[in-house]
């Protein structure tokens, strides 16, 4: 079945320090990739997407690139602000046609910036 | 604009008994979920809903029902709550059913089952 991996935190960065959460996947077909981002005490919001092999998702300084030959959509941002703490969750989406509709949630990192 | 509204923001709720969380979107989204959140286990998708008058299960369904009656509203219920059902629950929607849609979030239910 569908898997998504993240890694592990939490991750705690100084201001204006560059940022990578990795992310892989196991999916059957073409999956959709989403990075979603949960500031304390809220839902979660969708922070970029990318539907197509190559695909480049970018929102808020944040980037991450849809890499199909290394099952990867690593998140990126070369300077961090205080304001980007937060959860930030990697999601699969399966292929349009795959008869199922449910989006496959990694476990979350949790993002610390500091002054 | 709403969005995706959810009663109640928390809830302490006994053992055994019954409980109805509440869902509702304003943007008339066809697509509905019910989410769970817990700990180092990330979001797990309980139930689901393609469109009014049809539901689907997800993940971890167990002990949880849903229904849809009408486009904006999606109800969940936990006919015997267990304290394994502690959890933050979230509702979710997306335009159209299918995983390359973006999927909105309710800003969540804090449930705590003793």
């Known amino acids: 079945g569908n898997s998504v991996t993240q890694m592990e935190g939490p991750v705690t960065l100084s201001e204006e320090a560059f940022l990578t959460i990795n992310c892989t996947y196991t999916?059957?077909?073409?999956?959709?990739l989403f990075w979603y981002v949960q500031y304390p005490g809220e839902g979660l919001q969708l922070l970029l997407k990318?539907?197509?092999?190559?695909d480049k998702g970018s929102n808020k300084g944040f980037e991450a690139t849809y890499r199909k030959e290394t099952t990867s959509f690593h998140l990126e941002k070369g300077s961090v602000q205080v304001s980007d703490s937060a959860v930030y969750f990697c999601?699969?989406?399966?292929?349009?046609?795959?008869?199922?509709?449910?989006?496959?949630f990694g476990k979350g990192t949790k993002l610390s910036v500091i002054p | 604009i709403a969005g995706i509204t959810q009663a109640p923001t928390s809830q302490i709720l006994a053992a055994g008994r019954r409980m109805t969380l509440r869902c509702t979107q304003d943007?008339?989204?066809?697509?509905m979920y019910w989410y769970r959140q817990d700990l180092g286990l990330g979001l797990r998708l309980i139930h689901y809903?393609?469109?009014?008058?049809?539901?689907g299960k997800g993940e971890v369904p167990d002990g949880y029902s849903v229904s849809r009656a009408n486009t904006d509203d999606f109800p969940l219920t936990l006919a015997s709550a267990v304290p394994s059902q502690t959890s933050v629950y979230f509702c979710?929607?997306?335009?159209?059913?299918?995983?390359?849609?973006?999927?909105?979030f309710g800003p969540g239910t804090r449930l705590t089952v003793l």
């Open positions: 979710a929607s997306s335009p159209l059913a299918g995983g390359t849609d973006t999927q909105y």
């Open positions: 999916a059957t077909g073409y999956p959709s």
């Open positions: 990318a539907t197509k092999a190559d």
């Open positions: 999601a699969l989406g399966p292929y349009s046609g795959a008869g199922s509709y449910q989006l496959t």
């Open positions: 943007m008339r989204h066809n697509a």
């Open positions: 809903s393609n469109t009014a008058g049809t539901t």
